[in-house]
């Protein structure tokens, strides 16, 4: 079962932080999840379109340009990230799964990711693109057919997975409260990755082992791994 770093190492250091993401890459996460909005074009990894619960900010994220941001402490000192900066920190090291958070963040992807080709190589093969919004994986799938996305749900649909084979998803990212058996076997024979969000606790993970997910989003990657062993 893969380890994904649920918005980097968030449990023990500042969420969605270049800190947290290379505490993550230290503890030997097999990916790394994180969210992100579009500011004037340019995509910044922040969980909340408001400041105020991860920041010593106030307001919305929109109220400010990206020169202010660029000036908030996102916890131990640490300003948000640019997404450019954590895939120049990533690149290689670990898979990575951006979740789209603000409506308007497919231009500024495909943008980003001409970048990532052209100026870091990046393996685009090592992304996975995530959304609660379906109908923006829908049209980053139309925009780059290639991309892995990954449909996220926080509920039980009444026919499984259907949803994600309908977006010709790569995988299914789903609230552990509503994982069973069927969803399960819906994800293997529909060929989906599936994995679970947000498991920490040593019962959640050895039950979801035991039913056979694909990997578990968990802010403590090192301690997470080492209950499963
Ligand atoms: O991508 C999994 C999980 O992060 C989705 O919920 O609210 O933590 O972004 P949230
Ligand atoms: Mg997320």
């Keep these: 079962m893969q380890i994904i770093a649920h918005r980097g190492a968030s ?7 270049l800190l947290a993401f290379r505490q993550a890459l230290a503890q030997g996460a097999d990916a790394i999840e994180l969210d992100v909005f579009a500011v004037e074009g340019e995509l910044i990894v922040i969980h909340d379109p408001h400041l105020q619960r991860t920041t010593n900010g106030r307001g919305s994220i929109y109220q400010h340009s990206l020169a202010q941001l660029a000036t908030i402490d996102a916890g131990a000192g640490e300003p ?3 997404l450019w900066q954590v895939l120049q920190l990533v690149q290689g090291r670990c898979w990575l799964n951006i979740e789209l958070k603000g409506a308007d963040t497919l231009e500024p992807l495909l943008k980003l990711l001409q970048r990532a080709e052209r100026e870091l190589n990046y393996d685009l093969n090592s992304l996975l693109i995530s959304s609660f919004n379906h109908k923006l994986l829908a049209a980053v799938k139309a925009a780059r057919p290639e991309l892995k996305t990954g449909a996220l749900t926080a509920s039980l649909p009444i026919d499984n997975c259907a949803f994600a084979t309908q977006l010709q998803a790569y995988s299914v990212h789903c609230d552990a409260g509503f994982i ?3 969803l399960v076997a819906d994800a293997k024979a529909r ?10 606790e040593a019962d959640d993970l050895a039950r979801l082992k035991a039913l056979g997910v694909d990997g578990v989003f968990t802010n403590y990657p090192a301690r997470s791994r080492k209950l499963l062993t």
Aim: charged residues 15%; proline residues 9%; aromatic residues 14%.
């Design 11 to 17: 449990g023990e250091y500042p969420e969605n932080t």
């Design 80 to 82: 948000i990230p640019l």
């Design 180 to 182: 069973d058996a069927a």
């Design 191 to 200: 060929q989906l990755q599936l994995y679970v969000y947000t498991v920490d």
